[in-house]
């Protein structure tokens, strides 16, 4: 497969490096630190040979008594549940305000109705918009049609006065949410529940892929060109350029650091095998939930038969490969070059997608 493909032929300290399994000391060292920063006592991460990794208590714990806190480390919302609910961004939980989420439901729901039966166009158009009570037998049997229930028309203007807060549902004020903060660079795609968590997603991963008018042109059209091929393609390429950009962050961080450190001890350290622990280094919480990569440990599906494995297996891997290659023209910059190379950066992507899941 790899004499086909062009991946796999450089870089093999980086890759294997990559590739390899934390050892059982490295995840046990890991998540003992991660508790200790995060203050827990009384749980451990053991790590069994049967089930793998699990998380023990060491002591006896009351009912609702908080046991440990820790945001994830990348995730996202599912394109179609995008629809249903508008959630921050960085910590997922609900926000705007219950009239929002509803009007913003209806209003989703409206345009996909609108979609399916051709409303949109032509006349029958009027009819899905303007639902008066004189219009409303009529535009329910075209706007219903070929769904056996019988759909009750809103009163006009009901979503719009949903949606910018003009009307106010009974007893709403006893769930009152945060305000939605729209993402400082300006997509309009990303909402948060603060200004702390947009902040903490920008520096995580969507300073490198925001779409908003504050990222430079070139590389906003690149972003879009990826998005677009991985809402046809697969989502998972969405999570996996979220992990990748984490990493890649982290990496630029921690070697600032480590010029500093160097600066300040007058050293010098630019050698490959120094910018590959800094990787490995930033790689790290996302190496904790290895996986073998993609395309070798993705499940047949039902309708690829078992002797086109191999054909089904490298057509997962150049499509990998394909999206890897629009995200790069997005995000990729100098200062990661030297270390974050095409083979690398492939593996890194095969990898990513896995730790988490999308739901
Ligand atoms: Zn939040
Ligand atoms: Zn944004």
Not at 221 to 229: M, N, P, S, V, W
Not at 315 to 324: G, N, V
Request: hydrophobic share 35%; net charge negative.
């Amino acid at each position: 497969m790899d004499s086909i493909c062009p991946i796999g032929l450089q870089c093999a300290t980086e890759i294997s490096a990559l590739l390899s399994p934390p050892s059982p000391l490295q995840v046990q060292k890991y998540y003992h630190d991660l508790l200790t920063a995060r203050g827990c006592s009384g749980i451990k991460v053991k790590q069994d040979g049967n089930f793998g990794k699990g998380l023990y208590a060491d002591m006896d714990f009351k009912e609702g008594e908080l046991v440990l806190k820790d945001p994830m480390l990348v995730g996202a919302q599912h394109p179609l549940n995008k629809i249903d609910c508008l959630v921050c961004s960085f910590c997922f939980c609900f926000i705007g305000s219950i009239e929002l989420q509803i009007g913003r439901r209806l209003y989703m729901q409206q345009l996909r109705a609108n979609e399916s039966h051709g409303c949109e166009v032509g006349s029958s158009s009027k009819h899905c918009h303007e639902m008066d009570s004189s219009d409303e037998e009529e535009s329910t049997q075209q706007c219903t049609s070929g769904s056996s229930k019988t759909k009750v028309p809103l009163p006009e203007g009901i979503v719009e006065s949903l949606m910018n807060g003009q009307l106010v549902l009974p007893f709403s004020e006893k769930f009152s949410l945060p305000p939605a903060v729209p993402c400082p660079g300006g997509c309009g795609e990303a909402y948060y529940c603060s200004m702390s968590c947009a902040e903490a997603d920008w520096g995580s991963s969507h300073s490198l892929l925001c779409t908003g008018e504050s990222s430079d042109s070139a590389r906003r059209e690149a972003l879009l060109k990826f998005i677009k091929h991985a809402n046809e393609t697969n989502d998972i390429f969405l999570l996996a350029a979220k992990a990748i950009s984490s990493t890649m962050l982290m990496y630029r961080k921690l070697k600032a650091v480590s010029l500093e450190e160097q600066m300040k001890h007058n050293t010098s350290c630019v050698s490959n095998h120094c910018n590959l622990s800094i990787l490995l280094e930033a790689w790290k919480p996302i190496s904790m939930g290895h996986k073998r990569r993609w395309w070798d440990c993705i499940a047949l599906p039902d309708d690829v038969d078992s002797s086109d494995e191999a054909s089904f297996r490298l057509q997962i891997k150049m499509l990998a490969f394909e999206s890897l290659q629009l995200l790069k023209t997005a995000i990729f910059d100098k200062e990661c070059e030297p270390c974050i190379l095409t083979d690398v950066d492939f593996v890194m992507y095969s990898l990513c997608g896995f730790p988490v899941t999308l739901s």
